[in-house]
């Protein structure tokens, strides 16, 4: 997992993709973390892909770093817990102005039941579940 979340760190940007219905969504985000032994990303409740996530938890994202990319795929998770909110704001101090740990807003979720594939033109794919 550790190396799924360096990916996406040094990437800086990757694009998270869900459901609405039949439609797909896709999105840039930029937050990353692991807490608690789990990966986790973070949105706002209000925004429509926290309701597609809700509606429809299974998700996938993809990004492009120095030659090779990335996809994970699984189900998101939401968690609660004040703590694993603050752990995600402390390490982006940028979107901790937007957001507060105990606000009704901020949400944060881990990946379940993931699989990645980081890939390149080069090289055989590695396959990493978690």
């Known amino acids: ?5 360096d990916f996406l760190k040094k990437a ?6 869900t459901v609405e219905g ?11 973390d ?23 938890p ?7 770093n120095q030659g090779k990319w990335i996809r994970l795929a699984g189900k998101l998770v939401c968690d609660e817990r004040i703590e694993a ?8 101090p940028d979107v901790a ?4 740990a105990e606000d009704d807003n901020t949400e944060v979720l ?5 699989t990645a594939t980081i890939s390149s033109f080069t090289e055989a794919p590695k396959v990493i579940k978690f």
């Open 58 to 64: 299974k998700a996938e994202l993809c990004a492009f």
């Open 1 to 5: 997992m550790k190396e799924v979340h």
């Open 12 to 17: 800086g940007i990757y694009y998270l993709a």
């Open 97 to 100: 102005k937007m957001y507060s």
């Open 34 to 56: 692991i807490f608690d032994g789990k990966l986790y990303i973070q949105t706002g409740k209000v925004k429509e892909v926290s309701k597609q996530i809700q509606a429809n």
């Open 110 to 114: 881990y990946f379940e039941d993931a």
């Open 85 to 92: 909110k603050q752990h995600m704001l402390d390490q982006y």
């Open 22 to 32: 039949d439609q797909p969504r896709v999105r840039p985000f930029g937050t990353i």
